[in-house]
């Protein structure tokens, strides 16, 4: 474990990336007003069908939700240590299982692959099947919600929306937001 | 707090705004410039994930506590961007990190001292008080 440092000063560290720097720093959509649904993720679903299915009956492709605690009867997530390959600064790990898990606050994405199926992209506290408090990146597909729905609040996108997207600055895929086209051909 | 400060504001929510923010921009201050590329005078963070290069919060004593990394990430985040009288805009955001390990560590963001590592997916709701002028 890497203890947090008691410093007086900290400096902030500029990472070299591996691709070319994107003078475009923050890529942004607005909408005019926002939606907001209370959702309840159903036990035995995944977490990824419990979000999904649900948005797509209401037609919510793009949206920002906030999880809250509730239990889990499996969990799986990634942390993200340096890219040994140089690839990238960072790799995800392979998932490292939970097992039974108390899950304390997520926020999750919701927005479309390049090829256009839904993605999640979930970030979360919990508390392992070992009592030890830990957090990271979510693989939603494998996540099992227990015996209890867990509340969602969710804020939908209208007006845009979210999509994979390579990056090459960072050389890896990121979800990114982009004009809605009708003839889905506006990617970036 | 300032004789001046309503304790209750009343008000509505505005617009709302998703940004994908690029790596070493700082955390803080990427929000606050979120804010002035949307035209927000105040919002509330509705949502965000991503990762930072080393996290960075202020401890009860004044001093600085730092989390290595790279990547740390940020599993929540909570905050809200003001307005100031002087003119300037200030995000107050606070929130919980996990370390290259999974160990989670959590407290109030220093401005100036969380770059981003890859990205920083946030969605900002803009915060209409009712006692505020009309935006232009």
Redesign the interface.
């Given at each position: 474990m890497n203890a947090p440092q008691d410093v007086p000063y900290a400096r902030a560290r500029t990472l070299v990336h591996p691709g070319p720097f994107n003078p475009i720093r923050i890529q942004t959509r607005t909408s005019q007003r926002a939606k907001h649904f209370r959702l309840l993720l159903q036990p035995g679903q995944s977490l990824f069908d419990g979000l999904v299915q649900p948005l797509k009956e209401m037609k919510i492709e793009s949206a920002s939700t906030t999880i809250l605690g509730g239990f889990f009867d499996r969990l799986s997530y990634c942390t993200a240590p340096p890219d040994p390959t140089h690839q990238a600064i960072i790799a995800y790990t392979s998932p490292i299982e939970s097992g039974k898990t108390c899950f304390i606050f997520g926020n999750a994405t919701i927005g479309k692959t390049a090829t256009d199926n839904p993605l999640v992209h979930c970030h979360a506290a919990f508390r392992t099947e070992d009592n030890v408090i830990q957090g990271g990146h979510i693989v939603t597909q494998t996540s099992i919600v227990g015996v209890r729905p867990i509340t969602v609040l969710v804020t939908s996108l209208d007006d845009f929306e979210l999509r994979v997207a390579f990056d090459p600055e960072t050389n890896i895929p990121l979800i990114q937001p982009h004009d809605i086209s009708l003839y889905g051909d506006d990617r970036e | 707090m300032n004789e001046h400060t309503p304790i209750i504001e009343s008000g509505q929510?505005?617009?709302?705004?998703?940004?994908?923010?690029?790596?070493?921009?700082?955390l803080v201050y990427?929000v606050e410039?979120?804010c002035l590329?949307?035209g927000f005078k105040n919002a509330f963070v509705?949502?965000?994930?991503?990762?930072l290069?080393?996290g960075?919060?202020q401890?009860m004593d004044g001093?600085?506590?730092?989390?290595?990394?790279?990547?740390v990430?940020?599993?929540?985040?909570a905050g809200e961007v003001r307005s100031v009288q002087d003119g300037s805009m200030r995000a107050s955001l606070s929130g919980?990190?996990?370390?290259?390990?999974?160990?989670?560590?959590g407290g109030v963001f220093?401005a100036?001292?969380?770059?981003i590592?890859?990205?920083l997916?946030v969605?900002l709701?803009e915060w209409l008080p009712d006692n505020d002028p009309p935006q232009p």
């Open positions: - | 929510m505005g617009r709302v705004a998703y940004a994908r923010i690029a790596p070493n921009e700082d990427g410039k979120l590329a949307s509705r949502g965000a994930l991503g990762s290069v080393d960075c919060m401890r001093r600085q506590e730092q989390i290595k990394g790279p990547a990430e940020i599993v929540s985040l919980v990190v996990a370390d290259p390990q999974g160990t989670v560590s220093v100036g001292l969380n770059p590592c890859m990205t997916e969605t709701e």
